[in-house]
């Protein structure tokens, strides 16, 4: 059974925006943490940032600090992550995770949720 799902991928030139949407369950996102990894070609995935359960706390990658923002407005869905000025370091699939609890995390071990992940391109 899907319980998070990406949207909002595609190709973007370098310094341009896209906007990511992650939906989930509501018994999942009401009490989780939930955090937006990468992983591009031949790489690990790395975390890109995270909000705690309710939006008021939010940790980022310091490659994407000052470009990138998760909101997650009263506990609701859907959790976005805004990436302005993009890179081609950048590209890659993009994944959803929560974990049940308000745990952030920045690795990919501490969720138990995740989704099928949405490609992001940013051409030179």
């Known amino acids: 059974q899907v319980q998070l799902v990406e949207s909002g991928g595609g190709l973007v030139q370098a310094g341009g925006s896209l906007r990511l949407s992650c939906t989930a369950s509501?018994?999942?996102?009401?009490?989780?943490?939930m955090a937006w990894f990468r992983q591009a070609p031949g790489k690990e995935r790395e975390f890109v940032g995270g909000s705690s359960r309710i939006g008021e706390r939010t940790l980022y990658a310091d490659s994407v600090q000052g470009r990138f923002a998760i909101s997650r407005v009263n506990g609701k869905n859907p959790l976005i992550l805004q990436m302005n000025s993009l890179k081609p370091e950048d590209t890659g699939v993009y994944y959803c995770?929560?974990?049940?609890?308000?745990?952030?995390?920045?690795?990919?071990?501490?969720?138990?949720?995740w989704g099928q992940g949405t490609q992001v391109t940013v051409s030179s």
């Open positions: 509501r018994r999942i996102f009401s009490s989780s943490a």
């Open positions: 995770e929560a974990v049940g609890a308000d745990q952030l995390s920045i690795t990919t071990e501490g969720y138990d949720y």
